[in-house]
Nanobody, 124 residues
């Protein structure tokens, strides 16, 4: 059984940077593509970024491309999301997810396991 635990979410201001992390345990980490999703109040969960198991490919939503960077450390079983130039609309609960399908999915139904989420609030 895979367990995912996110951390690092907090209150920040417009234009700030923030790094959030996800710790993975229970299976072979490098076998899983890892994704980040977010859900704002009253909105559906949306895809943010995904990184392949070996870390050699990543993909971003248009809303965050150029501002966010996903990375992973397969020795430490962690995946990170570095968020720069934060905007009010980045306020959401951020979830990490693990996919065994190997095709770097961008839809939530492509993921087997989910963390509990970490709150990121961007304030003016």
């Amino acid at each position: 059984q895979v367990t995912l635990v996110e951390s690092g979410g907090r209150l920040v201001h417009i234009g700030d940077s923030l790094n959030i992390s996800c710790a993975f345990s229970g299976r072979i980490f490098s076998s899983f593509a890892m994704g980040w999703f977010r859900q704002a109040p009253g909105k559906e969960r949306e895809f943010v970024a995904v990184i392949r198991g070996r870390g050699d490919y990543s993909y971003y939503s248009g809303a965050v491309k150029g501002r966010f960077t996903i990375s992973r450390d397969n020795a430490k079983n962690t995946v990170n999301l570095q968020m720069n130039s934060l905007k009010l609309e980045d306020t959401a609960v951020y979830y990490c997810a693990a996919s065994s399908f190997g095709n770097s999915p961008r839809r939530s139904d492509g993921y087997d396991y989910w963390g509990q989420g970490t709150q990121v609030t961007v304030s003016s």
